[in-house]
């Protein structure tokens, strides 16, 4: 298995240092599976390229399966997969690069830290669904891609494509992104892991996401195939990505409304790339430390301790459970926070209630089970949340005594809007957030100043509490534009309340810590 990583970024020889292998040596890794080296094609001025030839044992590799595995008798010793790329290849990548991968490099940290042009090649790599496959994952993620098929034989071309292809990534790329990219989206692309996939494959995921995962379209397909569409395990994933956002899980793996396109008809309809609509995502946690891939530990110096290694094809361990949420909570913080204001509007007795920024639509569901509750209105500026919301609700089947309650509409929270005034309660469930500093005071005279309603709950994340996520560098979400701490929500929540004739309660929402305060902070703002 060969993969090669070029850049022009002159001096190119840098590159070296950021992948932290002299460009003057072959340097050798051992794996469970074979040998990993890493040598220098080209190293000028101009251009530098640097070699990432894994060696695969296929006898050894035979030796270290479980004593249940299928036993295909020749096919275990005469199979073309050692010699196309894989996920031993991403898992060699993981284990060799694995301080370039977490983007650390004293010697050159301006360089670690920004894009330089790249040029990355993998000459055979399974591509299950065909070369449009490697553009729907390539591309977002900002790089040119050429997926040229591999013939099954050049000599008959009436044969035709083989399921591999010769692919080439170019773009302007931070180098540990492209690491990342490499190490998730290749064994994706061939759908199938060589080692036992167990709870852990959820960090790692996670980690090597950062930045990226989130706001990717097809991230609900790329974490189904990542995890071998263990269903305990693709759970994990999107609640850990919930509850740093603004989502629920249903928002990050929206339901299936198509058929799968002709070239991937063998795969099952949730599995198709482009399948359902997709939403804004929570971020996911930066790289901290190196990644170790499940079966193949490291003992030092890059060398892997021997362990079963079997195909994901062939076998599946048992699903996982679903983490408890952050700071011991049994639940979901978002659905604490989306509990939290429900409680909160009881207590105020609001029989009419408008949703600002009401994205899919969780909060308004919740509030359309409660009969007491006479007015429910959502407002977003976002005309595809609206759509996300009816579809949530299932507008077009809702009962009309059910459907009489409910209003949507789109509206910008900057702007005076007379549909915005009338109601018993407003509520801002982690809105103001995601407004620039500058136009928060056209939010507080909108809101406050000119609608008026009688009660109006605020949430916003308490900035404090990050440090308690583990994986977590920046906020919490890629469109925050700001998050603060306690005294900043309260110095915030005191001004606005003396500006507009309020009084405001603060409470915690979810497990308080001791030092750092609850993970999301509340104020109930009361007309007095």
Known sequence: MLLTISTTTRPATDLGFLLHKHPGR??????SFGVARVFYPEAAEERCTAALLLEVDAVRLVRSRGHSSPDFSLGQYV?????????MLAVALADVFRTARAGHCASRPELA??????????????????PEVAHRLFEPLGWQVEARP????????????????????????????????????????????????????VDKLIRAGEGWLAAHPERAWITRRYLGRRTGLTRAVFARL????????????????????????SLDAADAPGAGTPVSAAPVADVQAADVPTADVPTGDGQAA???????????????????????????LNLVRRDAVVQALAEAGARSVIDLGCGS??????????????????ADVSARALALAARRLRLDRMPETRRGRLELFQGALTYTDARFAGYDAAVLMEVVEHVDPPRLPALERVVFGEARPGVVVVTTPNSEYN??????????????????????????????????????????VGEPDPEVGPPTQMGVFSRG
């Open 26 to 31: 072959v340097q050798e890794f051992g794996q």
């Open 79 to 87: 199979n073309d997969r050692p010699y196309a790329a894989s996920s």
């Open 113 to 130: 830290a920004g894009p330089i042009d790249l040029e990355v090649v993998v000459p055979a790599l399974p591509c299950r669904g065909g």
């Open 150 to 201: 591999v013939p099954l034989d050049e000599g008959f071309p009436e044969w035709g494509d083989s399921r591999y292809v010769r692919l080439t990534l170019r773009g302007a790329v931070r180098l540990a992104d492209a690491l990342n990219h490499l190490y998730v989206l290749l064994p994706v692309l061939d759908d199938a892991k060589h080692y036992w996939m167990a709870s852990d494959e």
């Open 242 to 265: 919930a509850e740093l956002g603004d989502d629920v899980e249903e928002d990050l793996e929206p339901p299936v409304e198509e058929e799968p396109a002709a070239e991937t008809a």
């Open 306 to 332: 021997d362990a079963p290694v079997v195909d994901a094809s062939l076998a599946q361990a048992p699903a996982a459970e679903v983490p408890p949420a952050v700071g011991g909570a049994a639940r979901p």
């Open 361 to 378: 639509g969780q909060l308004l569901a919740e509030l359309l089970a409660r009969p007491e509750i006479t007015r429910v209105t959502g």
């Open 467 to 508: 440090v308690r996520y583990e994986f977590l560098t920046g906020m919490r979400h890629p469109d925050h534009r700001f998050e603060w701490t306690r005294a900043e929500f309260s110095a915030w929540a005191e001004a606005v309340a003396r500006e507009h004739g309020y009084q405001v309660a603060y409470r915690p």
